[in-house]
């Protein structure tokens, strides 16, 4: 029996891992994908200071660190079923059944899918899915794209997706609908957008950031450029919908429309733009399937992503010695998963090992890490985390 099991090898699960395991814990980790590293290996994009963050050098890096430090890693091992037993945990793996003394979950997040007309045929491509092909597989997704889903998520990808050499025609919205919901809804886009322009590439952006704190939504939403605003050179429509993706045995474009600031079709608009490829970008949500499946307490939080697993600032969950660390916890960046992984690592350490007082001090600093590791990320999914994270701590403090 280990001492940790650990579901997830991304950026939260191998950092937990090196802590555990440089504490003297016994620690294994396992992860459905053939390669350690989870989301990280999808992502490369330059940081203010000019330098590039390249997601496969860092997941190399925890990798080489977590086999040093003495960690197991099984890849191509799924998880399905998990029971609590009195000396700890049994997970069931499609690899046979492990036991651990304490479980960690850190199973990321993924994407939401937002149904449009001929979104089945092929060519069609979830966001994340392009950016894997790109940057982690080297594969070309296609000569030209129209990426349907404004926000921070798809705005990011869309310039990975422009330094691999396609060419990103457009960032448009889908059309209203009870699916779509509030992402087919300019006035609601723009008023997330103006919470976090703080962090745009573009002067322009920058100032509707301003102007949105000082005007309500829907008038920034009518002043709102319908040819758009480019980023990266990109045009960034949200008062375009689109209406259905066109092709037979491939997809050939997009038939699209103008809409007003609330959504509504504008009759007489509808064009259609040509491309071999379409990128679905409806945000992410926290994959805690395997939290649930043990019982552990939820929490619906719209800032983090969806439902989250209640918590505390350690990262211990409502069941005892269960824990939860980076995107399963809310959507953010991986340097914040990574963070959190730290403070998860010396948590169960200090719990297995009975030396709280000992570790104590570091857990704290792990702990201040994370918040400030927040505070300055590049990219924030969604504004008020802070804020929602202290709401959903004090939550736990009262189960």
């Given at each position: 029996m280990r001492?940790?099991l650990i579901?997830g090898?991304?950026p ?18 396992v992860d459905?994908?053939?390669r350690v ?8 994009h ?9 997601g496969?050098?860092?997941s190399?890096?925890?990798?080489f660190?977590a ?5 197991d890693?099984?890849c191509?091992?799924?998880v399905?079923?998990?029971e609590q037993r ?5 997970v069931h793996?499609?690899n046979?059944n ?17 149904p449009i007309?001929?979104?089945?045929l092929?060519?069609?491509l979830?966001i ?5 092909m ?16 404004a926000n921070?998520?798809?705005?990011a ?18 059309e209203?609908?009870?699916?779509s ?5 300019p006035?609601?886009?723009?008023k997330?957008?103006t ?6 590439p573009?002067?322009?952006?920058r100032q ?10 829907s008038?920034?939403?009518?002043c709102?450029p319908?040819?758009?605003i ?6 960034i429509?949200?008062?375009t919908?689109a209406?259905?993706i ?6 050939t474009?997009?038939?699209?429309t103008k809409?007003t600031a609330?959504?509504a ?15 679905i970008?409806g ?12 019982g552990?307490s939820?929490q ?11 918590h ?16 399963i ?14 403070v998860a690592?010396?948590t ?11 570790l104590?001090?570091l857990?704290?600093?792990a702990?201040d ?6 505070a300055?990320a590049?990219i ?7 804020k929602?994270?202290?709401q959903l701590?004090?939550?736990y403090n009262k189960?």
């Amino acid at each position: 029996m280990r001492d940790l099991l650990i579901v997830g090898a991304g950026p939260a699960g191998l950092s937990a891992a090196i802590e555990a395991a440089e504490q003297g814990l016994h620690v294994r980790v396992v992860d459905e994908f053939p390669r350690v590293g989870g989301r990280l290996l999808g992502q490369l994009h330059q940081e203010p200071e000019g330098e590039w963050w390249n997601g496969i050098s860092e997941s190399e890096k925890l990798h080489f660190r977590a086999l040093t430090a003495g960690v197991d890693i099984q890849c191509e091992t799924s998880v399905f079923d998990i029971e609590q037993r009195e000396a700890g945990w049994r997970v069931h793996t499609s690899n046979g059944n492990l036991e651990s003394k304490a479980l960690l979950l850190s199973t990321g997040a993924s994407e939401i899918p937002i149904p449009i007309p001929g979104w089945t045929l092929p060519g069609v491509l979830s966001i994340g899915a392009a950016q894997v092909m790109g940057n982690v597989y080297r594969v070309k997704p296609g000569q030209s794209c129209v990426i349907i889903g404004a926000n921070v998520l798809s705005m990011a990808i869309a310039n990975e997706l422009r330094l691999c050499g396609v060419d990103v025609k457009e960032i448009i919205i889908p059309e209203l609908s009870l699916v779509s919901n509030k992402a087919g809804e300019p006035t609601s886009i723009l008023k997330s957008f103006t919470k976090l322009t703080h962090l745009a590439p573009n002067v322009l952006l920058r100032q509707l950031g301003k102007a949105g704190k000082l005007l309500p939504p829907s008038l920034v939403a009518k002043c709102y450029p319908a040819s758009g605003i480019k980023v990266f050179g990109i045009p960034i429509k949200v008062k375009t919908a689109a209406l259905e993706i066109l092709g037979d045995k491939q997809v050939t474009g997009v038939r699209t429309t103008k809409v007003t600031a609330l959504g509504a079709l504008i009759p007489g608009t509808e064009k259609i733009v040509e491309a071999d490829v379409v990128c679905i970008a409806g945000g992410l949500t926290p994959m805690a399937e395997l939290a649930a499946v043990v019982g552990c307490s939820f929490q619906y939080v719209p800032e983090l992503g969806g439902h989250i697993p209640v918590h505390s600032e350690k990262m211990q969950t409502s069941i005892p010695r269960l824990y939860v660390a980076g995107n399963i916890t809310g959507v953010e960046s991986a340097k914040v998963a990574m963070a959190q992984g730290k403070v998860a690592g010396l948590t169960i350490a200090a719990e297995i090992s009975n030396r709280d007082g000992e570790l104590d001090t570091l857990i704290h600093q792990a702990i201040d890490l994370v918040r400030k590791t927040r505070a300055e990320a590049l990219i924030q999914f969604q504004p008020n985390i802070p804020k929602a994270r202290e709401q959903l701590y004090k939550l736990y403090n009262k189960s």
